[in-house]
């Protein structure tokens, strides 16, 4: 389980399955991201962030199919999350 926070304004928690190797490269670009006031952040709203995981996502998929030959089937990610906004439920 990850967590994302600013306090007083946003919460988003993370849970990862699948390859570890990509939920842990996933989990880093979202948190460096938001530690630098980017992406999850910056979200608007839950589709916004829900965007910004799939970009995630994808940037570290086209690495490692690179790094693997083209082989799709060992990029395996899922992740069930909940968001929290500021003034909203």
Do not use: H, K
Request: overall charge positive; glycine content about 10%; aromatic content about 10%.
């Amino acid at each position: 389980m990850y967590r994302f926070v600013q306090p007083g304004e946003r919460v988003f928690v993370i849970l990862t399955s699948g390859s570890l190797s990509i939920s842990q490269s996933v989990i880093t670009l979202l948190g460096d991201d938001f530690d630098s006031g980017r992406g999850l952040a910056q979200a608007g709203s839950l589709y916004d962030a829900a965007r910004i995981v799939g970009d995630c996502v994808r940037r570290i998929s086209d690495i490692d199919v690179r790094r693997w030959s083209g082989t799709p089937s060992v990029l395996t990610f899922t992740c069930c999350w909940e968001a929290r906004f500021a003034g909203r439920s």
